[in-house]
């Protein structure tokens, strides 16, 4: 009797076909929309210095009137191998530093009373409008007739220079409440410093640091101008010098160093800006 060995059937699969890619939808951010502000401003800045490097490689215009920036970076190294632009960014960094935290640390809270309180605002005004119509940078030589040469002239320039912004832009985030909130908060008894904790601070955070961005271009101005009026040290003093040579590099690595600063402080305010845009509130 033979046995008979039955042969297992064998499931053949059918092939799969590659699934399409979703379709997009027109107008639906693609895959590099989050990096597109980065890319488009990086490539136009690229661009810029390719044509910038272009024109001073042919010489199209001196370099007495338009160093390329090659030259700029050689005139960079040299810097550094003095070694004197340490001190330099030191000096003209304490001078930013502490007349732009003296400023914060009056204009913000004389902002917000004048934003809040009617009165406050009624006697400080005609002094704000006075002092914020005089450009500071005319001040300078009298600063430094009352305070030196020293870094007290230059904290007094930076510090007026960045005030007015602050305090005026702390001023108008207040006023521009939402009163129903303020009215909900009355309701359920809530005191002056509870509203300031709760509803003024929040919903003033945009323009108290729109108001530290623009108080941070003046101040860096302020630093500049009073180191080229008179000064022992500092990048603008650096530049003052280099100028005076014709040592055209020089002023726009000063130039450079300057705007570098403060485009990484402004970013860094946009950063926090962003981050505490939901603490705003906003009536249910």
Do not use: C
Not at 31 to 49: D, M, P, T, W
Not at 138 to 164: H, Q
């Amino acid at each position: 009797m033979s046995a008979r060995t039955a042969t297992p059937e064998v499931k053949t699969r059918e092939p799969r076909t590659p699934e399409a890619p979703p379709e997009r939808i027109p107008g639906q951010p693609g895959r590099l929309s989050r990096y597109e502000g980065v890319l488009i401003g990086g490539g136009a800045v690229l661009l810029f210095i390719a044509i910038w490097q272009y024109i001073a490689f042919r010489r199209l215009m001196p370099e007495l009137f338009l160093p390329g920036p090659t030259d700029i970076g050689a005139a960079f190294g040299a810097y550094i191998a003095k070694g004197q632009i340490w001190n330099d960014i030191w000096v003209s960094g304490q001078e930013l530093v502490l007349g732009f935290l003296l400023a914060i640390l009056i204009g913000l809270p004389l902002g917000m009373a004048m934003g809040w309180y009617r009165r406050v605002s009624m006697a400080l005004d005609p002094f704000v409008t006075f002092f914020n119509a005089i450009p500071r940078v005319s001040l300078t030589p009298l600063l430094i007739i009352w305070f030196g040469i020293g870094i007290n002239s230059k904290l007094a320039v930076v510090f007026l220079g960045a005030v007015f912004a602050i305090l005026i832009n702390s001023a108008v985030g207040v006023r521009n409440l939402d009163p129903a909130l303020i009215k909900a908060a009355r309701s359920f008894g809530a005191s002056d410093l509870q509203l300031f904790r709760t509803i003024v601070l929040p919903g003033s955070v945009p323009n108290i640091l729109a108001g530290f961005r623009l108080g941070l271009a003046h101040a860096l101005t302020g630093v500049v101008v009073a180191e080229l009026i008179a000064a022992q040290a500092g990048i603008g003093l650096m530049m003052a010098t280099a100028g005076a040579t014709f040592q055209t590099s020089r002023v726009f690595v000063g130039l450079v160093i300057i705007a570098v600063t403060g485009v990484l402080i402004t970013y860094a305010f946009s950063r926090v800006e962003r981050r505490f845009q939901t603490w705003k509130p906003t009536p249910s």
